[in-house]
């Protein structure tokens, strides 16, 4: 139904920014939100920032002030805009999709890709 293809993941070292992509395709018209989680080694997934259909934004406590998240509605596309990168934002990150369950939509991931951090 919904397809959601990430890019942008890399090496980096602490201080320096990557820009993460999420290009969603199908049958988004019942697509609430969306949003990036990322699951480091040994560790459960957990939400770095999400984004509403109407523009609403949330972060997690840990990257408020040093990353964004926007989305293009004319190309389908999410991003993740991370500054002040630190080692312990090492981790996969996924992109994520909620769906209106009232039209049969689900909860819809990416692939993942891959984030590392070197002080």
């Known amino acids: 139904q919904v397809q959601l293809v990430e890019s942008g993941g890399g090496l980096v070292q602490a201080g320096e920014s990557l820009r993460l992509s999420c290009a969603a395709s199908?049958?988004?018209?019942?697509?609430?939100?969306m949003g990036w989680y990322r699951q480091a080694p040994g560790r459960q997934r957990e939400l770095v920032a999400r984004?509403?259909?109407?523009?609403?934004?949330l972060y997690a406590d840990s990257v408020k002030g040093r990353f964004n998240i926007s989305r293009d509605n004319a190309k389908d596309t999410v991003y993740l805009q991370m500054n002040s990168l630190k080692p312990e934002d090492t981790a996969v990150y996924y992109c994520?999709?909620?769906?209106?369950?009232?039209?049969?939509?689900?909860?819809?991931w990416g692939q993942g890709t891959q984030v590392t951090v070197s002080s």
């Open positions: 994520n999709a909620d769906g209106d369950r009232s039209l049969g939509y689900l909860t819809y």
């Open positions: 199908g049958s988004i018209f019942g697509i609430l939100g």
């Open positions: 984004i509403t259909r109407g523009g609403s934004t």
